[in-house]
């Protein structure tokens, strides 16, 4: 009698609520998504493991500060759509960030359920949430503020610049987006693969801020059609998001065989020119059979994962530290390995194998070992006396990060960078040290994720509206 | 439509019209599912808001260009790209054009002889037909030379056999600026080497998004890797690695070759 008292009192615990995906063999060789998100039961399950926290972590865990708990309250009263609109309170791109935000760091992190036991899924939620709205069409349009009759230019339409024509065009100025590429979504368009973000999400999300009243023009490289100086003098503000684009190399002998790619060129062939349907689409990209991926990042993962799509037999990741200092998400790697990537850690290249007509067929490498912690924390990969090794394949990838593009600092006088290059900006405020100029995400930080960047666009549109009120 | 046929095409572009100096190109996409090429402008006119884009037929994506009439739109155009031709007055300048490089030549020709130097052209192609620019390059210069390689016009052979003629003549010569098809400029470079006469050339490697994103155009010049989109398309000409350069031209001639086929056979 007592044992069964007992059980009455304390609540069955549910586990944390796994998303269906589909099977690794069949989605390595293609490019539809690969979670396949929660169905309406699935996600009140996973929405009822949240307790309501009286004082939620999880809030401050998220660099928009959505408030987590009242959109799953929603979802665990069966109010999807407002689940929906309680996310875009804070976030203009939840179906983005329900993908791609490293929740495990962030507000799963903290999560109170999380302590004892597994956390609330909040980015499987918000995913869902998100969707639902889309796919019942019932996109919420809210209203705008009066006309300001100001204006402003958002220089680049990734994370960042979308998250400060959101915010500034709901406060009744008028917002310009300038796009370099002949698409709008920057990095989320050109760097994310398809199977981890369908490019139709971010086209709805670009296509509601245009519902708002956003302006976008694309094919213009300010610092070439437009200078910044130039475009100040018919804006009364200028926000620079442009992201960190310009690729990093090896530079180990033999880099520039043919078939061997940038990661940013290899995933922009494939993501934004669509490659991968060659000849339907016009622009080609090297197949390989046996592909060599340098770096260990979640861009190192998606080009290592798009080879495979591309018809690849065999896929490595080839990464100098150890699998403890890799900086991809867990779940990216997880999935790398279920699709049959393998990782050879603890070797760098030295440098690239070549035939006559110039194209790759190898890689030499060296074997390393650990050492000291070096200045980012980690320990320093030694290379080990005598440990050459030759690696065969016929296309490789390099996805060792990338910096700032110089091109629109070099055309912009009397913009401070730091001494890599990046634009130096409050981050509180997003100001540069040119008035009547902000910036904000990868240009300024380096390579983060997708929510930094948003979390530092609305930073920036806070002080670009505190700006333009009092002007 | 035959290949290598010489194509002209005269795009309203006005903002690119108004920025775009000598040097820069532009970066085409034709339509939704056409590839991003580099193309020179062989001339802007900003009061009428036009730029002049002159290519060769060499693939889908110039033959799909080939076949817009008038009043048709290319979906993107993106310019001016890459860095303009830094002209100053120097003395005498000799500019070599071979093929289509002789549409890039024109307004660099134009602007050294503005800017006060001697200018002695050399265009040259491999017959008449393919001939280019051939009044404007003579108004655009003090002096104009032609060539073609089978003798059907002006004088039989290379732009690089006047050339050599030119420096043999006369030492006054302070740079050449020399714009073709790579083995063109890597003879040529050769033989200005030679001379000491200072050479510059514009490369065409192969370019995706020809913002500096994603390397796709790296040059080895001097030893070291250069963005052509970026860094360039003008580099000091003794410096450059044609040979690398070539084979990277060539990285895709399965996939070009693969794509033209299926243009011509269903015409899209």
């Given at each position: 009698?007592?044992?069964?008292?007992?059980?009455?009192?304390?609540?069955?615990?549910?586990p944390?609520?796994?998303m269906?995906e589909?099977?690794a063999?069949?989605r390595?060789?293609?490019f539809?998504e690969?979670?396949l998100?929660?169905?309406?039961e699935?996600?009140?399950?996973?929405?009822?493991r949240?307790?309501?926290c009286?004082?939620?972590?999880?809030?401050?865990?998220?660099?928009?500060e959505i408030?987590?708990?009242?959109?799953?309250?929603?979802?665990?009263?069966?109010?999807?759509?407002?689940a929906?609109?309680?996310?875009?309170?804070?976030?203009?791109?939840?179906?983005?960030?329900g993908?791609v935000?490293?929740?495990?760091?962030?507000?799963e992190?903290?999560c109170?359920?999380?302590?004892?036991?597994?956390?609330?899924?909040?980015?499987?939620?918000?995913r869902f949430?998100a969707?639902?709205?889309?796919?019942?069409?019932?996109?919420?349009?809210?209203?705008?503020?009066?006309?300001?009759?100001k204006k402003?230019?958002?220089?680049g339409?990734?994370?960042?610049?979308?998250?400060?024509?959101?915010?500034?065009?709901?406060?009744?100025?008028?917002?310009?987006?300038f796009?370099?590429l002949?698409?709008?979504?920057g990095v989320?368009i050109?760097?994310?693969p398809?199977?981890?973000?369908?490019?139709?999400?971010v086209q709805?999300?670009?296509s509601?801020l245009?519902?708002?009243?956003?302006?976008?023009?694309?094919n213009c490289?300010?610092?070439?059609i437009?200078?910044?100086?130039e475009?100040?003098?018919?804006y009364?503000?200028?926000?620079?998001?442009?992201?960190?684009?310009l690729?990093?190399?090896?530079?180990?002998?033999?880099?520039?065989?043919c078939?061997?790619?940038?990661a940013?060129?290899?995933?922009?062939?494939?993501n934004?020119?669509k490659?991968?349907?060659?000849p339907?689409?016009?622009?080609?990209i090297?197949?390989?059979?046996?592909?060599a991926?340098?770096?260990?990042g979640n861009?190192?993962m998606?080009?290592?994962?798009t080879?495979?799509?591309?018809g690849a037999d065999?896929?490595?990741?080839i990464y100098?530290?150890?699998?403890?200092e890799?900086?991809?998400?867990?779940?990216?790697?997880?999935?790398?390995?279920?699709?049959g990537?393998?990782?050879?850690?603890?070797t760098?290249?030295?440098?690239?194998?070549?035939?006559d007509?110039?194209?790759v067929?190898?890689?030499?490498?060296?074997?390393?070992?650990?050492?000291?912690?070096?200045?980012?924390?980690?320990?320093r990969?030694?290379?080990?006396?005598?440990?050459?090794?030759?690696?065969?394949?016929?296309?490789?990838v390099?996805?060792?990060?990338?910096?700032?593009?110089?091109?629109?600092?070099?055309?912009?006088?009397?913009?401070?960078?730091?001494?890599r290059?990046?634009?130096?900006?409050d981050?509180?405020?997003?100001?540069?040290?040119?008035?009547?100029v902000?910036?904000?995400?990868?240009?300024?930080?380096?390579?983060?994720?997708v929510?930094l960047?948003?979390?530092?666009g609305?930073?920036?549109?806070?002080?670009?509206?505190?700006?333009?009120m009092?002007? | 439509?035959?290949e290598?046929t010489?194509?002209?095409?005269?795009v309203d572009?006005?903002r690119?019209?108004?920025?775009?100096?000598?040097?820069?190109?532009?970066?085409?996409?034709a339509?939704e599912?056409?590839e991003?090429?580099?193309l020179?402008?062989?001339?802007?006119?900003p009061?009428?808001?036009?730029?002049?884009?002159?290519f060769?037929?060499?693939?889908?994506?110039?033959?799909?260009?080939?076949?817009?009439?008038?009043?048709?739109?290319?979906?993107d155009?993106i310019g001016?790209?890459?860095?303009?031709t830094?002209?100053?007055?120097?003395?005498t300048?000799v500019?070599?054009?071979?093929?289509?490089?002789?549409?890039?030549?024109?307004p660099?020709?134009?602007a050294?002889k503005e800017?006060?130097?001697?200018?002695i052209?050399?265009?040259?192609?491999?017959?008449?037909d393919?001939?280019?620019?051939?009044e404007?390059?003579?108004?655009?210069?003090h002096?104009l030379?032609?060539?073609?390689?089978?003798?059907?016009?002006?004088?039989h052979?290379?732009?690089t056999?006047?050339?050599?003629?030119?420096?043999?003549?006369?030492?006054q010569?302070?740079?050449?600026?020399?714009i073709?098809?790579?083995p063109?400029?890597?003879?040529?470079?050769?033989?200005?080497?030679?001379?000491?006469?200072?050479t510059?050339?514009?490369l065409?490697?192969?370019?995706?998004?020809?913002?500096g994103?994603?390397?796709?155009?790296?040059?080895?010049?001097?030893?070291?890797?250069?963005f052509?989109?970026?860094?360039g398309?003008e580099?000091?000409?003794h410096?450059?690695?044609?040979?690398?350069?070539?084979k990277?031209?060539?990285?895709?001639?399965t996939?070009?070759?693969?794509?033209?086929?299926?243009?011509?056979?269903?015409?899209?």
């Amino acid at each position: 009698m007592e044992m069964v008292e007992k059980e009455k009192k304390e609540k069955p615990k549910i586990p944390r609520q796994k998303m269906p995906e589909q099977e690794a063999k069949v989605r390595a060789k293609n490019f539809n998504e690969v979670p396949l998100g929660y169905t309406p039961e699935l996600a009140q399950l996973e929405a009822s493991r949240c307790i309501q926290c009286k004082k939620p972590k999880c809030i401050e865990g998220c660099p928009v500060e959505i408030d987590i708990p009242a959109f799953i309250k929603r979802i665990q009263d069966g109010d999807f759509v407002g689940a929906a609109r309680k996310l875009k309170e804070r976030n203009s791109l939840p179906a983005v960030c329900g993908r791609v935000c490293p929740q495990e760091d962030q507000c799963e992190k903290v999560c109170i359920v999380g302590k004892k036991g597994e956390p609330v899924a909040v980015g499987r939620l918000e995913r869902f949430a998100a969707d639902w709205e889309k796919e019942k069409e019932e996109v919420f349009i809210p209203g705008k503020a009066p006309a300001t009759g100001k204006k402003v230019a958002v220089v680049g339409s990734g994370p960042a610049g979308l998250t400060v024509a959101g915010d500034l065009v709901l406060k009744g100025h008028e917002v310009t987006i300038f796009e370099a590429l002949h698409k709008t979504g920057g990095v989320l368009i050109y760097g994310i693969p398809e199977f981890r973000l369908p490019k139709d999400i971010v086209q709805a999300e670009v296509s509601y801020l245009e519902r708002l009243g956003v302006k976008v023009e694309c094919n213009c490289v300010v610092g070439r059609i437009e200078t910044v100086d130039e475009l100040l003098t018919e804006y009364d503000a200028i926000f620079l998001g442009l992201g960190a684009g310009l690729p990093q190399f090896l530079n180990v002998p033999g880099e520039n065989f043919c078939g061997i790619y940038s990661a940013n060129e290899y995933l922009t062939r494939s993501n934004l020119m669509k490659a991968y349907l060659f000849p339907r689409y016009d622009t080609p990209i090297a197949r390989g059979k046996n592909v060599a991926i340098f770096g260990a990042g979640n861009v190192a993962m998606d080009s290592a994962r798009t080879a495979l799509r591309l018809g690849a037999d065999t896929v490595r990741i080839i990464y100098r530290r150890s699998r403890d200092e890799m900086p991809a998400r867990i779940e990216e790697i997880h999935h790398a390995e279920e699709e049959g990537v393998q990782f050879h850690l603890l070797t760098a290249p030295i440098r690239f194998l070549g035939d006559d007509n110039g194209w790759v067929t190898g890689v030499e490498c060296l074997r390393m070992e650990l050492g000291e912690p070096d200045e980012s924390g980690r320990r320093r990969p030694v290379p080990i006396k005598g440990s050459e090794f030759q690696l065969e394949c016929d296309l490789a990838v390099v996805a060792i990060g990338a910096g700032p593009n110089p091109l629109l600092p070099a055309t912009t006088p009397g913009l401070e960078l730091n001494k890599r290059g990046y634009i130096v900006a409050d981050l509180e405020t997003g100001k540069t040290n040119k008035p009547e100029v902000w910036a904000g995400g990868d240009i300024v930080t380096g390579s983060a994720t997708v929510i930094l960047a948003m979390g530092a666009g609305r930073k920036a549109a806070n002080s670009i509206q505190e700006y333009l009120m009092s002007k | 439509m035959a290949e290598k046929t010489v194509c002209h095409l005269k795009v309203d572009a006005p903002r690119i019209a108004r920025k775009a100096k000598p040097g820069q190109f532009v970066v085409v996409k034709a339509n939704e599912t056409g590839e991003r090429i580099p193309l020179t402008m062989g001339g802007t006119d900003p009061s009428a808001g036009t730029i002049d884009l002159i290519f060769q037929v060499v693939g889908k994506s110039t033959a799909l260009l080939r076949t817009l009439n008038v009043g048709d739109a290319i979906q993107d155009i993106i310019g001016p790209l890459g860095k303009p031709t830094h002209v100053e007055n120097i003395g005498t300048v000799v500019c070599v054009g071979g093929g289509t490089g002789v549409a890039v030549m024109y307004p660099i020709t134009k602007a050294y002889k503005e800017a006060g130097n001697h200018v002695i052209a050399i265009i040259g192609a491999r017959n008449k037909d393919l001939l280019i620019l051939e009044e404007e390059m003579k108004a655009a210069s003090h002096d104009l030379r032609v060539t073609t390689d089978d003798g059907s016009y002006g004088h039989h052979g290379f732009v690089t056999d006047v050339l050599k003629k030119i420096l043999d003549e006369q030492n006054q010569v302070k740079l050449v600026v020399g714009i073709g098809p790579v083995p063109m400029m890597k003879f040529l470079c050769k033989l200005t080497k030679g001379y000491g006469v200072k050479t510059m050339v514009s490369l065409n490697p192969i370019m995706v998004d020809a913002t500096g994103m994603c390397g796709a155009c790296r040059v080895t010049v001097g030893g070291k890797t250069m963005f052509c989109c970026v860094d360039g398309p003008e580099f000091d000409g003794h410096e450059v690695d044609y040979d690398e350069l070539v084979k990277r031209q060539r990285a895709y001639l399965t996939e070009e070759k693969a794509s033209l086929d299926r243009f011509k056979e269903i015409g899209r």
